[in-house]
């Protein structure tokens, strides 16, 4: 009997890890959206893992707390995709672009690349990014593409980054609290998405009486870029790429996407981000030069 039973429990161990595919993924648990919810990190391991199971595949997910040390990964073939700031990936993005392939983001309220607003109270009469000198901003946590934005802007008309011109700058978990903030005169200004913006107008139209959008950005933002490693294993990649246009379809697609609060995940061409390396081109050398 001690035989059967050690013969059954090998071919088990034998079956699960006789795998058609093991793919290691990196992500950044500071800076991006998982920073915001407690239970994130584990419930995306476990997302992505349940819908491997699909092909019979297995995900390692990692998570690290800095790119310079995901990126080290990654380019010693230790990951097969990574998601990246932006700051980081237009930094290094002509190395980044020769070991790398299918590059995709999330995305919200069906729009792939953000407009960003600045919002001010009426009665504050502030009218453009030097007019926030001495003011108070509220930014939804985490939110890089409105922090580089209100630096940029800050560093264009004051010379001085946003930290040296505003008096204060909160956080909170939501953009549609930020624009109430500024309506309720909590806060001086914010920057939120044109999205956010619709939605809260369309919900609440007398937030125009006292609220106005000061500043618009292009229509060029992304929240990250995650990439393959060219030396990815090609069964695993292909599978996460067929499976994820239908995400929502999956067993747990629909609770990812409303924890983290995407629509569905979109593929990055590189005429998405040419507008988006010149941004970030003008902004490094904004912060060299008044550094």
Do not use: C
């Not at 983001?105 to 792939?112: C, E, S």
């Not at 264009?156 to 011109?165: F, G, N, V």
């Not at 939605?199 to 870029?225: D, G, Y």
């Amino acid at each position: 009997m001690k035989y059967i039973i050690f013969f059954i429990l090998s071919t088990f161990l034998y079956a699960n890890e006789n795998y058609t595919y093991n793919v290691k993924f990196g992500f950044l648990y500071k800076g991006t959206i998982l920073s915001n919810f407690k239970d994130a990190r584990s419930y995306l391991t476990k997302w992505l893992n349940e819908i491997a199971i699909i092909d019979n595949g297995k995900v390692d997910v990692k998570y690290y707390p800095d790119s310079k040390s995901l990126y080290k990964d990654y380019k010693e073939n230790d990951l097969d995709m990574i998601v990246l700031n932006l700051d980081f990936f237009f930094e290094n993005k002509e190395e980044i672009d020769s070991i790398s392939t299918n590059y995709w983001t999330l995305l919200y309220n069906d729009v792939k690349l953000k407009q960003l607003y600045l919002i001010s109270h009426k009665s504050l009469n502030i009218k453009d990014f030097k007019d926030l000198k001495g003011k108070n901003l509220t930014l939804k946590a985490e939110d890089i593409a409105s922090l580089n934005w209100l630096n940029k802007n800050s560093l264009l008309s004051s010379r001085k980054t946003y930290l040296d011109l505003l008096k204060d700058v909160s956080y909170t978990d939501k953009e549609s609290r930020n624009v109430l903030n500024v309506y309720f005169k909590k806060t001086d200004a914010s920057i939120v998405s044109k999205g956010v913006w619709d939605n809260m107008i369309e919900l609440n139209p007398s937030i125009k009486k006292k609220v106005e959008v000061i500043k618009k950005s292009k229509k060029i933002h992304l929240p990250f870029i995650g990439v393959f490693s060219k030396n990815a294993n090609k069964i695993g990649k292909e599978s996460f790429i067929r499976l994820s246009k239908d995400i929502q379809q999956l067993e747990g697609g629909d609770q990812i996407s409303k924890l983290l609060k995407f629509d569905k995940l979109t593929w990055l061409e590189n005429k998405d981000l040419e507008e988006l390396k010149k941004y970030y081109d003008e902004y490094f050398k904004l912060k060299n030069k008044y550094k």
